[in-house]
């Protein structure tokens, strides 16, 4: 489904990400993990069009998208959930999921899709006209997943989701995340606690300082020293 060819990222004079191949097959949950400041976040931004690479190129569905626009990507099926869910918090959970579905132009579908994320959400439904801003973290996760949804992603980017969050709602988004796939949502999850990740995920790729290290079957890498020492920054 989406195959990365070589993707090298700057910032400036910073090599953010270096010659990564990497590729997510349909019906997959893939794990990125890594150290911070590995690159794993840059890699989501260029998936989504919202960074340019400077080397390397990115098809998704057989298409090339390396130079896609950012709306075209969301359009064809590729969607973000960001670090720091970065919900409009003086905007309602209703317009947040509105605007989750600004490259769609079907108004009854999008009606009708924001009644099913508050039937797989219930708290969200409960609180559709409060502010994005006095949700709990949880809940603002939630949002942040959900919105990503409201464009019927094919592959659903979801960086950092369990940040911040206390355990036990971190095992209810890890639920969801779950659910989704079994559903039909192929899923790149970038994530800090990588062990919970490697649980979750068919296979996991390493990251170190913007270079691939280690890649195969989460099963397998979950107990593997060299991939601990990896994700623990060396
Ligand atoms: P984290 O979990 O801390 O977000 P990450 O693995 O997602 O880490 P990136 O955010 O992709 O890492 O960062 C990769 C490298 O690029 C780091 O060295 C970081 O300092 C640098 N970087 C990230 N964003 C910017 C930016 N906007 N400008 C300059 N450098 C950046």
């Known amino acids: ?136 973290g949880g809940e603002q996760q939630m949002l942040a997943i959900a919105r990503a949804l409201m464009s019927r992603p094919k592959l659903l980017l979801l960086d950092e989701p369990s940040l911040g969050l206390a355990p036990i709602i971190v095992r209810e988004i890890f639920d969801i995340i779950r659910e989704l796939n079994e559903q039909g949502t192929t899923i790149l999850l970038v994530e800090q606690n990588a062990k919970l990740a490697m649980q979750a995920s068919h296979r996991t790729y390493v990251l170190e300082a913007g270079q691939l290290t280690f890649s195969g079957p989460s099963a397998e890498l979950i107990n593997d020293e060299r991939v601990l020492h990896a994700y623990l920054g060396g």
């Not at 019906?27 to 840059?42: D, R, S």
């Not at 973000?80 to 579905?101: C, F, K, M, T, Y």
Request: positive net charge; glycine residues 12%.
């Open 1 to 136: 489904m989406l195959e990365i060819e070589r993707l090298s990222v700057n910032y400036g004079a910073i090599q953010a990400v270096r010659d990564l191949s990497l590729h997510v097959d349909e019906g997959e949950i893939v794990t990125l993990i890594g150290a911070n400041g590995a690159g794993k976040t840059t890699t989501l931004r260029a998936v989504s069009r919202m960074l340019r690479p400077v080397a390397g190129s990115l098809r998704f569905g057989g298409r090339d998208i390396t130079r896609i626009p950012a709306d075209e990507a969301v359009k064809i099926g590729i969607a973000q959930s960001p670090e720091g869910r970065q919900v409009l918090a003086r905007q309602s959970v209703q317009d947040n999921l509105e605007l989750g579905a600004y490259t769609r132009n079907d108004g009854a579908g999008v009606r009708q899709d924001i009644e099913r994320m508050y039937g797989r959400f219930p708290r969200l439904g409960e609180r559709r006209s409060q502010l994005a801003g006095t949700l709990s």
